[in-house]
């Protein structure tokens, strides 16, 4: 018996509010990272869940390029991360306040 | 040291209800919603060779599940990751040149 | 049946180790609990008959990202007290 798309769109639903969640509430920056990753996998569990329901493989081939972007969008992270650091000794977001405002 | 993980105890609970309030939003929408029956792919597709295919345009020169080209896509994100390692190597170079 | 008894045990597993990356106090800890959410949307995959979606899930996220992500937790860390 196949699980209906409606429990797997419920469950990618869930994850991306724990991941907007993460956003909202914590002050580390690798933390942020992480629940980027979250929303991104449950766009992934999306797609994935709507290419089997159609029987389409148009969602299984974009979410390879969401794998993609993800992947890009880490090693970037991850730099800006370490030169804050470098440059705070801390990794809270709301230290750098020079370009705010 | 191993330490087991304890929750955190500074969490701002305010903007958090705000999270809590989107999935219940999107649960509602999602629950009352009816997709219909499942279609599901034909015993015994081609799913992974269908990928491929789809990645280079070729979707429609064999006989494979139904989809979109993705050639153009797969140009832009060979871009994007090239703009990728070109950031990271930026940042994480020292300010003040080259040494 | 089997695939439902699946996809049950495995979203609780995803949903549980996602609320540990945004609720648990240590930095590393979190990691550990990305890869535990990484590896279960992976078997969602599986269920989804994304066989290849699901290695390569594992591949990209857990092989690079999560490793990525150890590293700048290890690097970041604050040699003097208690992380975080």
Known sequence: MVVETQYYVLLSAAMFSIGVFGLLTRRNALRFLMSVELMLNAANINLVAFSAQWGNMTGQTFSLFVLALAAAEVAVGIGIILVLFRNFRDVDVTEPATMRW | MTTKPELSKNIDVLPGLAALALFAAMAVAILSANFGPIQGFEAGAAITRSIGYALFNLERAAPVVTSEGFLMPFLAVAFVLDAALGAAVMLARREGGEE | ???????????????????????????WHSALFLGAALLSVAVHFLLLKAAFLAAVQILVYVGGVLILIAFAVMLTRDPGGVGE
């Open chain 3, 1 to 27: 049946m089997i695939e439902s008894l699946t996809f049950a045990l495995f979203a609780v597993v995803t949903i549980a180790s996602s609320l540990g990356v945004v609720l648990v106090e240590d930095v």
